[in-house]
């Protein structure tokens, strides 16, 4: 992108549609600091440098407005995670050496999920290390329903980067059914949207979580969270010398349409998802039991504050800091989604389950 000339102030971007509450824990900042103490002693990090933007990422700030309500412990264990996916995305998936290099990722991510899966499990890797760290926060205090529900998510997360770097190792840019399908995993909101149980101590019943209606629910809080954070990332993206796979370039590519009109098509694309969230929502929440209703509200939470958090984070900002001042009156929502039209996305028959209609 960054090839053809446009600069960010080329851009308009439109206002982001999000009705849903703003919530945020109210000792976030203590928490975040016992978290930066262990990122220092984790030993994830080779360099300052590292620690430095993985500290960035202020990962406890973004779930604490996932489960404001969370206690303190079961927070910090799920705000490392999210510092931990992160630096390993930077490292390992994004711009790493195994960016584009799918046999060696796939074996790293091999040993990565195995010190998930067991705590025996054995590796010189530094992330493998402090993963199996965070995982033993997690079971001292997380039923093994809710521990296996996140080790199918993170299981799931990693195949998704494996597509995506076999995309990169190839060149290949995926069309628009393919990339949301591949989105869907790679984006990371599988664990952490695993991880509203074990933040939260709530468990949801089987035969709740496991219903078609609840599934769907997740996978667009999912989707409309990743649309969101290519465009947080666009800023960044656009100072990059290559095109990444965000759903933007996919648009550009598969439409032959300049960026603009991919901001405004993609824009409206979330907005019919988020829409479709809204009203599958509204159709379940009603008859939902506590446990199930507070994790719709986390998805909901999630939305939200995934949006809060990334139009400020150093991880999306060019000005690469945290702001002073943490008013989140100034990010500015449209009151409107800016596409009402009925029906599945076109072009994405991957998910166009979500607008089936006997899902209740």
């Known amino acids: 992108m960054a090839a053809m000339g446009i600069r960010m102030s080329d851009l308009d971007l439109p206002p982001i549609y999000c009705p849903f509450e703003s919530a945020v824990h109210p000792r976030v900042r203590q928490i975040e600091k016992r978290a930066v103490e262990w990122i220092g002693d984790s030993g994830m990090c080779a360099t300052q440098r590292e620690k430095a933007w993985v500290v960035a990422t202020h990962s406890t700030d973004f779930f604490a407005r996932f489960a404001p309500a969370a206690e303190d412990d079961r927070l910090l264990t799920a705000a490392l995670w999210v510092y931990w996916g992160f630096a390993f995305d930077d490292a390992r998936c994004d711009r790493g050496p195994l960016s584009s290099r799918p046999a060696q990722f796939n074996a790293l991510a091999g040993q990565v999920q195995r010190a998930c899966e067991t705590d025996s499990a054995v590796s010189g890797d530094r992330y493998a290390t402090a ?52 989105r ?55 100072t990059r010398d290559r095109a990444d796979q965000n759903i933007y370039t996919v648009l550009m590519q598969e439409r032959s349409i300049g960026v603009q009109e991919a901001v405004e098509v993609a824009n409206g694309l979330r907005d019919r998802v988020l829409l479709r969230f809204q009203q599958l929502h509204d159709r379940v929440r009603p008859t ?66 979500w607008w089936d209609a006997a899902l209740a």
Request: aromatic share 6%; charged share 25%.
């Open 131 to 182: 993963l199996r760290d965070i995982m033993r926060r997690l079971r001292s205090r997380t039923p093994p329903t809710q521990v296996s529900r996140f080790v199918h998510a993170h299981r799931a997360w990693l195949s998704g980067v494996a597509w995506q770097v076999g995309n990169q190792a190839l060149g290949h840019m995926p069309g628009l059914d393919d990339f949301l399908a591949m």
């Open 184 to 238: 869907l995993l790679a984006a990371g909101g599988e664990p952490a949207f695993a991880l509203l149980e074990p933040a939260t101590g709530v468990q949801v019943p089987d035969r709740e979580m496991h219903r078609p209606a609840v599934r769907a629910l997740t996978e667009m809080a999912i989707c409309v969270a990743a649309l969101d954070n290519d465009r947080h990332s666009l800023r960044k993206e656009l």
């Open 288 to 353: 939902a039991s506590t446990e199930l209703a507070a994790y719709l509200q986390g998805l909901r939470y999630g939305i939200r504050g995934n949006n809060e958090w990334g139009l400020r984070v150093p991880r999306y900002l060019s000005a690469g800091r945290w702001p002073d001042e943490m008013d989140d009156t100034l990010v500015t929502y449209a009151d409107e989604p800016s596409d009402v039209r009925p029906g599945p996305v076109e072009g994405a028959p991957a998910v166009a389950w």
